[in-house]
T-cell receptor, first 115, second 111 residues
Framework: GAGVSQSPRYKVTKRGQDVALRCDPI?????LYWYRQALGQGPEFLTY????????KSGLPNDRFSAERPEGSISTLTIQRTEQRDSAMYRCASSSVGQGQETQYFGPGTRLLVL | EDKVVQSPLSLVVHEGDTVTLNCSYE??????LLWYKQEKKAPTFLFML????IEKKSGRLSSILDKKELSSILNITATQTGDSAIYLC???????????FGTGTRLQVFP
């Protein structure tokens, strides 16, 4: 596609429910990144993949958060047993070659609200 | 701990003014520094600066990297209302491909 796409754009869920957020990167991009952005803050790194391999998951807050990219393209970020503090904008980005100096292009984000 | 600090947090100007946004970083041996413009949707890429490219310019926007002072500035000349946005600075640390972002500068340009 022309850019990074994410779905859903908005998600409202009740505390305790599981949610799955999807990211479709720019076609051919090797690297895929997940960030979380709170109001008034910059994006905060969660995890990233090169192809299907998860390279760094040091930013995942706890074991309720997980991500996968099984075929090296689309990725899913899953939050189990959601809590109100999980409410934020979740952003996905992709880059063309996973060597660190390539520009990351961001998607429109999924705004998650946990009631 | 790696850190990126932006200033000012917020800026209000009139159309035609020139603005300078600041970014300082505490990241040892960083690989690159990036500027993004964030409006209502996705952050859009503006510039990437590295040790081999410390100054970039595109139209009314320009950016300079000062590796000695561990900082960068983003200049916007002859501002327009369409420049109103949050401007984010991010740094690539040496041993991972993640970006470390600052909190951003909110720029509002009034006619």
């Amino acid at each position: 596609g022309a850019g990074v796409s994410q779905s859903p754009r908005y998600k409202v869920t009740k505390r305790g429910q599981d949610v799955a957020l999807r990211c479709d990167p720019i076609s051919g991009h090797v690297s895929l990144y997940w960030y979380r952005q709170a109001l008034g803050q910059g994006p905060e790194f969660l995890t990233y993949f090169n192809y299907e391999a998860q390279q760094d998951k040091s930013g995942l807050p706890n074991d309720r958060f997980s991500a996968e990219r099984p075929e090296g393209s689309i990725s899913t970020l899953t939050i189990q047993r959601t809590e109100q503090r999980d409410s934020a904008m979740y952003r996905c980005a992709s880059s063309s070659v996973g060597q660190g100096q390539e520009t990351q292009y961001f998607g429109p984000g999924t705004r998650l609200l946990v009631l | 701990e790696d850190k990126v600090v932006q200033s000012p947090l917020s800026l209000v100007v009139h159309e035609g003014d020139t603005v300078t946004l600041n970014c300082s970083y505490e990241v040892t041996n960083f690989r690159s520094l990036l500027w993004y413009k964030q409006e209502k949707k996705a952050p859009t890429f503006l510039f990437m600066l590295t040790s081999s490219g410390i100054e970039k310019k595109s139209g009314r926007l320009s950016s300079i990297l000062d590796k000695k002072e561990l900082s960068s500035i983003l200049n916007i000349t002859a501002t327009q209302t369409g420049d109103s946005a949050i401007y984010l600075c991010a740094v690539h640390p040496p041993d991972t491909d993640k970006l470390i972002f600052g909190t951003g500068t909110r720029l509002q340009v009034f006619p």
